[in-house]
């Protein structure tokens, strides 16, 4: 794992590295009984932890102390990474399925992180509450939906001045148009694409410039249902 890290201009210290191979022993032995991942265990160093952590690279992406929430994490990418990579950051996994917040619970028991809460709910739901919505520095989602869609499960739980970040491959160019319509509904800026140094991903990043209006995010499933898109 260090030597990866290292290779791709990641440097963490030994406490942070030996917290990370501990996740991924955990990861390999459950996804042998549940469905968390389908990346072969040979390949997920690479596929999952690197890709997630390459946007540390990026100046000031993700600054000390910031608090962060990932909405539908999975089992932990990104969100779960970067808090065991990163003590400093206060992490929020948000996950609608209960099975997999059992395997997040018994990664951050192991790891003994003091730096994140685990919440089972959706998104639509928990970003109408007032102690999350618009408190977060920085929201974030990886491999999860379009970005007109990512808009709406994200920025309204970002505090003006924030940022959501979205882990995104080159098919991101081709969703700027409904994104861009749709983060300026949902009180964001145009969105800006930063290349990582992995397989062509990229990070996609809103900036929080106003509230979000009262009304979304929309009712469960709508925002994936009747996405918000440019006017025609």
Not at 216 to 222: D, L, M, T, V
């Amino acid at each position: 794992m260090k030597n990866l890290l290292k290779k791709n201009g990641l440097s963490l210290d030994d406490a942070a590295i030996q917290r990370l191979e501990k996740y991924l022993e955990l990861l390999i032995e459950w996804n042998k009984q549940m469905d968390l991942t389908s990346v072969p265990d040979a390949e997920m160093k690479e596929r999952h932890f690197v890709d997630c952590l390459l946007p540390l690279t990026l100046e000031n992406l993700f600054p000390e102390n910031c608090s962060l929430i990932d909405v539908g994490t999975g089992a932990g990418f990104p969100g779960l990474v970067l808090a065991a990579a990163r003590p400093d950051m206060q992490v929020t996994l948000l996950e609608a399925q209960q099975k997999r917040c059992h395997f997040l619970k018994a990664v951050c028991d192991a790891l003994a992180l003091q730096n994140v809460t685990i919440i089972n709910d959706r998104a639509e739901i928990l970003g109408k509450n007032e102690a999350h919505r618009e408190q977060y520095h920085r929201a974030v989602a990886r491999a999860v939906a379009p970005m007109n869609v990512l808009c709406e499960y994200l920025l309204p739980f970002v505090q003006v001045g924030g940022m959501a970040v979205c882990w995104k491959g080159p098919q991101v160019e081709q969703e700027k148009e409904d994104g861009n319509a749709a983060a300026r509904k949902l009180g964001g800026s145009d969105i800006t694409v930063l290349p990582v140094q992995q397989g062509g991903h990229v990070v996609a990043c809103v900036e929080k410039t106003e509230k979000t209006l009262p009304q979304y995010p929309r009712k469960n499933g709508i925002p994936t249902k009747r996405p918000l898109k440019a006017d025609k």
